[in-house]
């Protein structure tokens, strides 16, 4: 069973549509991020989520939305699509404990968005 | 989470061990030392983390500097599959929801 299953692992639209990539994990953990690698390959947070905050971070547009149905799912929410969406797109999960410092991230496969 | 320096790439060849340098002058007491690293078109994993004693695991081992000012993650004897970008990230202690701040990381290169 895969720990965190991301879907779609490939996905091609016009500029100006609206999407949706979807994340589930079975690890039982209550945190769930949402993070984007360019075609540089630096990999950047987008947003932290749990039951009890939303943590964005503040250079993502609002475009993009995170959607939580449950504690084991994260989706994510592309409105009007540009260009410069294109990119790879990693869920994670984690669960947070008091001492949080020594928590591991579980990471999806990712989703290859192209934007055409 | 504070600040990491890490060598661009590393090259090494197979069945040698690798030690990977990454520098963290600003640490602060609690933060921990994690790494990470991300294999050809497959998302990050994780490798190892420590806070101040030596670590070791089945995938490598974690060094890390008295003062705590740096640390190095050693693959004990590189195959072709550990050629993949190794990142050293900091955590703090704090509860919360955020998550980790990835930097350049290194890019290893096994050469058979």
């Known amino acids: 069973d895969t720990a965190v299953s991301q879907t779609p692992k490939y996905l091609v639209t016009q500029m100006g549509n609206d999407k949706s990539i979807k994340c589930e994990q079975n690890l039982g953990h209550d945190t769930m991020y949402w993070y984007k690698q360019d075609s540089k390959k630096f990999l950047k947070i987008m947003f932290s989520y749990n039951n009890k905050e939303l943590i964005i971070n503040e250079t993502v547009p609002n475009r993009f939305s995170p959607k939580s149905p449950d504690k084991a799912h994260l989706n994510l929410h592309i409105n009007s699509l540009e260009l410069g969406d294109s990119a790879v797109y990693f869920c994670?999960?984690?669960?947070?404990?008091?001492?949080?410092?020594?928590?591991?991230?579980?990471f999806g496969a990712g989703s290859r968005l192209t934007v055409l | 989470d504070a600040k990491t320096t890490q060598p661009n790439s590393m090259e090494s060849n197979e069945e040698e061990p690798v030690h990977l340098p990454c520098n963290h002058s600003t640490i602060s007491g609690t933060d921990y030392i994690h790494w990470y690293r991300q294999l050809p078109s497959q998302g990050p994993e994780y490798v190892i983390h420590g806070l101040t004693s030596n670590v070791n695991n089945r995938m490598a081992s974690l060094a890390i500097a008295e003062d705590r000012k740096s640390s190095t993650l050693i693959l004990h004897r590189a195959t072709l599959r550990d050629a993949a970008v190794y990142y050293c990230?900091?955590?703090?202690?704090?509860?919360?929801?955020?998550?980790?701040?990835f930097g350049k990381g290194t890019h290893l290169i096994i050469q058979p």
């Open positions: 990230i900091l955590r703090g202690a704090g509860g919360g929801a955020d998550g980790l701040t």
């Open positions: 994670a999960s984690r669960q947070t404990r008091q001492s949080s410092g020594a928590n591991v991230l579980t």
